[in-house]
Every structure is written in C-alpha cells, then in structure tokens.
C-alpha cells in the first residue's frame, strides 16, 4: 500500500518528528541553519496569528507565545527578558484590559 505524500515545508515545534514517528508515519527533516530561523520563526507567527483569528481560542494564543519565545531566543532575548519587559512596558504604559480606544489627539 503505497502512502500519501505530504509536503509541508514550514517550520514546526521540535517534537513533532517523534510525534509523527510514534504514529508510524516516517517524515523528513532539516535542523535550519541559525541565520535563516528568524524568517521562518516570523512565517509561523503569520501562520500562528491567521489560526488564532479564525479558531480565537487558547491553543492558538499558546502557539502564538511559543512563537514569540522563539523569536526572542534567536534574537539573544530569554523568555524572561521578554516577560520582565513586558511588565516594564505594562507598568508605565498600561496594557489592553480597559480596552481604551483612542480617538484624536489635539
């Protein structure tokens, strides 16, 4: 029986070849070269992004951080870096609870 080929190219989280394999499927895999995951890594928040504004719930929102993480990461920034200047920006800028909407400025 012959099996259906998919082609995905895209960048996915690092367990999924595992995931797949233990489903008895084989896949093939690249490891991206450093330079070249920060395209990819922004590709997949569009990806991200797209699936959280259709679906709107929380297992879009997570892959959206995880994304983020990423990104951070290639850039030289730790997951806490990103949080304690989110809680900097936050403290002296406020952030999106009130849903405060701005309207003109004279």
Not at 30 to 54: A, T
Not at 76 to 88: D, F, H, P, Q, V
């Amino acid at each position: 029986m012959q099996r259906k080929l998919i082609v995905y190219n895209k960048l996915v989280r690092d367990k999924i070849p595992n995931i797949i394999k233990a489903n008895g499927k084989q896949c093939n895999t690249i490891i991206v070269p450093r330079e070249d995951l920060l395209g990819l890594l922004e590709v997949k928040l569009h990806e991200e992004v797209s699936e959280y504004l259709e679906a709107k719930d929380i297992e879009e929102l997570a892959d959206i951080m995880e994304v983020v993480y990423g990104i951070a990461d290639t850039l030289g920034y730790s997951e806490e870096e990103l949080a304690k200047k989110r809680e900097e920006k936050k403290k002296e800028r406020g952030g999106f609870k009130e849903g405060v909407f701005l309207k003109t400025v004279y």
